[in-house]
């Protein structure tokens, strides 16, 4: 069964998570950021991505919540009754307080892109933007050769390194080799840019006249079922930050 991520429009995934994202990045309160991780949990299995890629995709997730936390928690706004106190570490129910809406604020920021985005075919995208926004299409297909080219930087990467070691120069320290094989990784990138570009252009990329796009990109039923997930995260939060009086906007 493909996964419901996989058959909707790239649009409606950027728009729900910039959505989730605009609404959460207007407050900092545990209350709103809470609600809205716990609404996005349930929604998970609705996603169709197996439990395993969820769990490798949201890892560094994770750990960016954590590790915010923490540092927070250690030196944070002070308030409150002080539980810990040692040289610049400040421990206070303050901290604490903000520490958790912090880590919680990050995962309900972070996991509609990890289940939306992260598995998101760029191909697909670039018609989205090209065939529906109308963007031009020598920013879209450029944008889409630079995600392309991005994917076998590694492969040139390791190439480099074998290539090296093959003539002799390569068996050295590894940080001290480091800036020479970063400078011809850079010539490899320039060289294969400019043959694409040059490729780009005989096909007719250059041209004056409005380009069609073969692919379409159709907004069905999964979407409108997305769209209406993602309001009713935000709103939701919203609302019960708001009744329970702990809604607070950053500005403010």
Do not use: K
């Amino acid at each position: 069964m493909t996964a419901l991520v996989e058959r909707i429009n790239p649009l409606t995934a950027l728009g729900v998570a910039l959505l989730v994202d605009l609404v959460l990045l207007a407050s900092v309160d545990v209350v709103t950021a809470a609600t809205a991780v716990l609404l996005e949990l349930l929604l998970l299995p609705l996603s169709g991505v197996p439990v395993r890629t969820l769990l490798r995709r949201s890892g560094v997730l994770v750990v960016a919540a954590l590790v915010a936390g923490v540092t927070i928690a250690l030196y944070g706004r002070t308030a409150g009754v002080v539980h810990l106190s040692w040289g610049l570490v400040e421990v206070s129910d303050g901290s604490l307080q903000l520490a958790l809406a912090i880590a919680l604020r990050i995962l309900a920021i972070g996991l509609p892109a990890v289940v939306l985005l992260s598995g998101m075919d760029a191909t697909r995208l670039a018609d989205a933007l090209g065939g529906r926004l109308r963007l031009p299409a020598r920013f879209v297909l450029a944008g889409l050769a630079a995600v392309r080219l991005a994917e076998v930087f590694g492969e040139d990467w390791r190439t480099i390194a074998l290539a090296r070691r093959a003539r002799g120069v390569g068996d050295g320290n590894r940080i001290r080799r480091l800036p020479s094989q970063v400078f011809a990784l850079l010539v490899v990138a320039l060289r294969r840019a400019t043959l694409l570009a040059t490729a780009m252009e005989a096909r007719g990329l250059g041209a004056a006249h409005h380009r069609t796009w073969s692919r379409p990109s159709p907004f069905g039923r999964p979407d409108v079922g997305v769209l209406v997930a993602g309001l009713l995260v935000a709103g939701v939060a919203v609302t019960v930050g708001v009744a329970t009086g702990s809604y607070r906007v950053v500005l403010t």
